[in-house]
């Protein structure tokens, strides 16, 4: 059980577009998701939250325009990434977690913007 | 606010003998500890996690991690390595709060701990 699914897994796109990432908690309701952004070999870095049905709570320095999440139930969250760039390649996951303690990771998207 | 210490980025052992990546943490009140895997272009897997009881907790791939709460640490170890616990390894942290809500179940990661297992 506990499983949460990304898609696309990797990703490339031109820059000035925009991506959507999605994240699915497939066997239980997460009223909770997290988006983490990571560069190679670094840890996570937690880039927003979200909880169902309202808006997300970024961290400091993450620009909220351009990193646009919607979790509009509560087994989706999206993460979309508008008018990328080359900068804004790296690998991004999502995890998410019910009323328990614990969080739940998906596989991640590898994004490369050329 | 919590924090978390991996002081090794690399650690190297040869197979069959016992490992140990290090952990520390810092956090207001009791902590929930928790050690995740992440293979290469994989998100991470949960192997183990500490929330109260015995100090020492037994998780997945025979991996096991004593909490030690006088030296707020939390080491992960495992008897015999093998080649395939080569991976990144992350020791996180989230504080026990009487209200849990969303933000709330936030986890501070450690910068990650490269295991390569030598055969």
């Known amino acids: 059980g506990a499983v949460v699914s990304q898609h696309p897994s990797w990703v490339i796109c031109k820059s000035g577009t925009s991506v959507k990432i999605e994240c699915r908690s497939l066997?239980?309701?997460?009223?909770?998701m997290f988006w983490y952004r990571q560069f190679p070999k670094q840890s996570l870095m937690l880039m927003a939250t979200?909880?169902?049905?309202?808006?997300?709570?970024?961290e400091q320095g993450v620009e909220k325009d351009k990193f646009l999440i919607n979790h509009a139930s509560l087994t989706l969250s999206t993460l979309t990434v508008t008018s990328a760039h080359p900068e804004d390649s790296s690998f991004y996951i999502c995890?998410?977690?019910?009323?328990?303690?614990?969080?739940?990771f998906g596989p991640g998207t590898r994004l490369t913007v050329t | 606010a919590q924090s978390v210490a991996q002081p090794e980025d690399q650690v190297n052992v040869a197979e069959g003998n016992p490992l140990t990546v290090k952990c520390t943490y810092s956090v207001s009140g009791n902590p929930y500890l928790f050690w995740y895997v992440q293979y290469p272009n994989r998100g991470l897997q949960f192997l183990l996690k500490y929330i109260t009881g015995d100090n020492l907790v037994k998780g997945s791939y025979g991996f096991e991690a004593e909490f030690n709460k006088s030296q707020t640490s939390f080491h992960l170890k495992k008897p015999s390595a093998l080649v395939s616990d080569s991976a990144l390894y992350f020791c996180?942290?989230?504080?026990?709060?009487?209200?849990?809500?969303?933000?709330?179940?936030?986890?501070?990661f450690g910068s990650g701990t490269q295991l390569t297992v030598l055969p």
């Open positions: 066997d239980f309701q997460a009223t909770t």
């Open positions: 979200s909880n169902e049905g309202s808006k997300a709570t970024y």
């Open positions: 996180a942290v989230r504080p026990i709060l009487l209200i849990s809500s969303g933000s709330a179940r936030q986890l501070t």
């Open positions: 995890s998410a977690s019910s009323v328990s303690y614990e969080q739940y």
